[in-house]
């Protein structure tokens, strides 16, 4: 059975920073194209970023460039998502999602996801 886990999400400070967790069970994450998405109170889901499979290249939505990281760590077979310089208008539901594609794109074109995690940046 293969399922996302996120976790390390919660409420943070405009400034502060947070590292969101995606844990895979049930299929390796080295194999597939991984993203995070978000989705705020009546607001489509967006995009933020992904990583492709086998160490493939990176991509960032315009709106976190420069302030959130992606990364993968086989041996926990995770993905992270390092988001600095958080803003309120970060404030959603972020999600992880996986397909078996060597390239990954910033759009909702995956097979499995999470069940989502709430961030709120709040003075």
């Known amino acids: 059975q293969l399922q996302l886990v996120e976790s390390g999400g919660g409420l943070v400070q405009p400034g502060g920073s947070l590292r969101l967790s995606c844990a895979a069970s049930g299929f390796t994450l080295e194999y597939y194209s991984i993203a995070w998405f978000r989705q705020a109170p009546g607001k489509e889901r967006e995009a933020v970023s992904c990583?492709?499979?086998?160490?493939?290249?990176?991509n960032y939505a315009d709106s976190v460039k420069g302030r959130f990281t992606i990364s993968r760590v086989l041996a926990e077979n995770t993905v992270y998502l390092q988001m600095n310089s958080l803003k309120p208008e970060d404030t959603a539901v972020y999600y992880c999602a996986a397909v078996p594609r060597l390239r990954c794109q910033l759009l909702p074109q995956y097979d499995y996801w999470g069940q989502g995690i709430q961030v709120t940046v709040s003075s």
């Open positions: 990583i492709g499979s086998i160490g493939g290249p990176t």
